[in-house]
């Protein structure tokens, strides 16, 4: 049985990591850290979702440009560093706080200043300049004249401030953008003090300024050689964690974690897996329940898309990597933030490149699935809590217990919901809230799903079972052994029949909603013999 080693569960910086007397796991990052930090300069930004590892990036980069040699004995980067040069290193970490107003940001920044002034001896009141921005530069100025050497910058969630006011009704997003644009200007203006710049976040706004102009930023957020520098791959936890997981089922562990895609080797979200090991191998969303950014669920709201659209997306190369405040794309964001993923990437014929995204894996793909269904209906949460019932009957093939599952999700949407508009007309919100509700349960779905005579609107997957559905609206309601219309149409197209050879048994369910009772009116199924 190989060793066992601490789980660094909560451990904040790469410094309190190794120099533990607890023998903690730390997964070599350094040859990618190498990669970018070789040169005598060097410019980068890294988008990547919350609880990746950004922070532990840049306190790895920290204590390693201060040129502490006793931290990295065994790792990659040991015997290729030169030791003898140590930098200021200018840290900031703008995620310690949510920030509610425009007071806030200021503030945050002004005690940034504060704190590395005091880490390096200097006096905040000698800053001179006026503004945040010229005072952080002047800043940069002083630490390259006291030391005789370049400042190394180290910039950590740059974007939390714009995240946490996103979902504000007024423009407190657009006035955040505009003083972080003023205080990282000073980058820029401050370049020929710098050694080295690295810049985290989760998102990437065009028009920040500090990504444009002669000191570009080199976005590696979707550069190969970094696709694993923050999460797990496969290789790390089959090699780096010990014994920790004899006996898991490695498949589950993939389906419900990895997922990734950075257009190099998919990695696994750290935090779910520190967290899962730590609670003895049981599966749960751990990351989803850390905590969600407020502004997701405004952005359903006001974003006009249908639920299983977000299983198969296809956006360009520019519409993936950022955005402006004034046309936010869902789906982009949704990307950044780590909500979908790459499956696909397209190289166009004239050039660029396209890519199809989809969920990572089933933790996001139920708990965003649960988030659109309480979007769409307003439901609480709570009283969606009987929707397991729904799976349980669909792994005993219990059609009438599926049937009344189904009844009693849309009996629980208030009405209100239709008051102001006519979306119990349409088949497209009957279809987004089916698949919603089922794929939130974890069940395997897909929609639209093309054969050569048409496109079916819903299949549900359970271990025994293949389930075709057809979704109607205000359908003639059949009468006596009649199929109705939802149930011809599967016969008369042959939808079923690309899974004749799976081996499953294949249920066909014809659904009938009503605009009147803004439900179920008739619900047929019939087995294939």
């Not at 109705?484 to 081996?503: R, S, T, V």
Request: glycine fraction near 6%; aromatic fraction near 14%; include cysteine.
């Amino acid at each position: 049985m190989s060793q066992r080693q601490a789980l660094p569960i909560g451990i904040q910086t790469f410094e309190s990591l190794r120099s533990s007397k607890d023998d903690f796991l730390y997964i070599d990052k350094t040859a990618q850290i190498y990669e970018m930090t070789k040169l005598s300069v060097g410019y980068y930004f890294l988008s990547r979702p919350r609880r990746f590892g950004k922070s532990m990036l840049c306190s790895t980069m920290q204590v390693l440009f201060e040129g502490k040699q006793e931290l990295f004995e065994g790792l990659y980067i040991h015997d290729k560093w030169d030791w003898s040069e140590q930098y200021p290193v200018v840290r900031i970490d703008l995620s310690g706080i949510n920030y509610e107003n425009l007071e806030s940001v200021k503030v945050q920044l002004e005690n940034s200043l504060l704190k590395n002034c005091l880490k390096h001896g200097l006096s905040y009141e000698d800053l001179i300049l006026k503004g945040l921005g010229p005072k952080f530069g002047e800043m940069i100025e002083a630490l390259y004249q006291k030391y005789n050497k370049k400042v190394v910058i180290l910039i950590d969630e740059y974007d939390k401030p714009i995240q946490d006011t996103l979902s504000n009704d007024d423009d407190l997003a657009s006035k955040s953008l505009d003083v972080l644009r003023g205080f990282y200007s000073a980058i820029k203006a401050s370049d020929q003090y710098i050694r080295f710049c690295f810049m985290t976040g989760i998102t990437k706004f065009t028009g920040v300024g500090l990504f444009s102009g002669a000191n570009n930023f080199n976005d590696i957020s979707l550069d190969k050689r970094y696709a694993s520098v923050c999460g797990f791959t496969q290789n790390e936890l089959d090699n780096c964690f010990g014994d920790y997981f004899d006996g898991v089922n490695m498949e589950e562990v993939q389906a419900w974690y990895n997922g990734y895609n950075y257009l190099g080797d998919r990695v696994y979200n750290p935090f779910d897996i520190l967290i899962f090991l730590d609670k003895g191998a049981k599966f749960d969303n751990y990351w989803w329940d850390s905590g969600q950014p407020s502004f997701l669920t405004k952005m359903f709201e006001k974003g006009a898309y249908e639920t299983y659209d977000l299983e198969n997306l296809e956006l360009s190369s520019q519409e993936l990597k950022q955005f402006t405040l004034s046309n936010l794309n869902l789906p982009s964001l949704l990307w950044q933030a780590g909500y979908l993923t790459i499956t696909e990437e397209i190289q166009e014929p004239f050039g660029g490149s396209s890519y199809v995204l989809a969920t990572p894996n089933r933790e996001v793909r139920m708990t965003l699935n649960m988030l659109f269904l309480i979007s769409l209906t307003s439901v609480e949460s709570n009283r969606l809590l009987k929707r397991n019932e729904a799976v349980r009957s669909l792994f005993k093939n219990d059609l009438g217990g599926f049937e009344a599952s189904v009844r009693a999700m849309f009996a629980a949407i208030p009405f209100n919901n239709y008051v102001q508009n006519n979306i119990q007309k349409y088949e497209g919100f009957y279809a987004s809230v089916m698949f919603s509700f089922m794929a939130g349960l974890g069940l395997k779905c897909r929609t639209e799903e093309t054969n050569s005579a048409g496109r079916i609107d819903m299949v549900m997957e359970s271990p025994t079972h293949i389930y075709v559905i057809e979704f109607k609206v205000n359908a003639p309601k059949p009468e006596g052994d009649e199929r109705g219309e939802a149930l011809d149409q599967i016969h008369m197209k042959k939808y079923y029949e690309p899974y004749l050879n799976d081996g499953r048994n294949i249920v066909l369910i014809g659904m009938h909603f009503s605009e009147e009772k803004k439900n179920l009116d008739w619900f047929k199924a019939e087995e294939l013999s």
